[in-house]
Nanobody
Framework: QAQLVHSGGGSVQPGGSLRLSCTPS????????IGWFRQAPGKGRELLSC????????YYADSVKGRFTISRDSGKNTMSLQMNNLKPEDTAVYYC???????????????????WGQGTQVTVSS
């Protein structure tokens, strides 16, 4: 059972934008690292971006740096990923995740993120 509920996703043409969001079903994101992952067919799940809980420091994979922006809204208890200038190679299932760990968010592997959304398909095609 997904602990984070996705919204957003869908199909867009190359160069377009999408915004993904996730909301926890039974807990608050406060004090947790948040992250966005994606998994393309036949590939492993990769970390795209994360934000550490303590200092709000962020990480972006080279493939999305300058195009994607991670954010959280503490008042609404929501996390988001704004994706601009989308490319066909961005096509994948996207997952939101969160974890309660001590070190910077990018130091943790997929298995060390404790809470997950169910995933949402993003397709970039002309």
């Amino acid at each position: 059972q997904a602990q984070l509920v996705h919204s957003g996703g869908g199909s867009v043409q190359p160069g377009g934008s999408l915004r993904l969001s996730c909301t926890p079903s039974r807990f608050t994101l406060g004090g947790l690292h948040i992250g966005w992952f994606r998994q393309a067919p036949g590939k492993g799940r990769e970390l795209l971006s994360c934000e550490s809980s303590a200092d709000r420091s962020t990480y972006y994979a080279d493939s999305v740096k300058g195009r994607f922006t991670i954010s959280r809204d503490s008042g609404k208890n929501t996390m988001s990923l704004q994706m601009n200038n989308l490319k066909p190679e961005d096509t994948a299932v996207y997952y939101c995740a969160a974890t309660n760990r001590a070190l910077s968010c990018w130091l943790y592997s997929v298995d060390e993120y404790d809470y997950w959304g169910q995933g949402t398909q993003v397709t970039v095609s002309s």
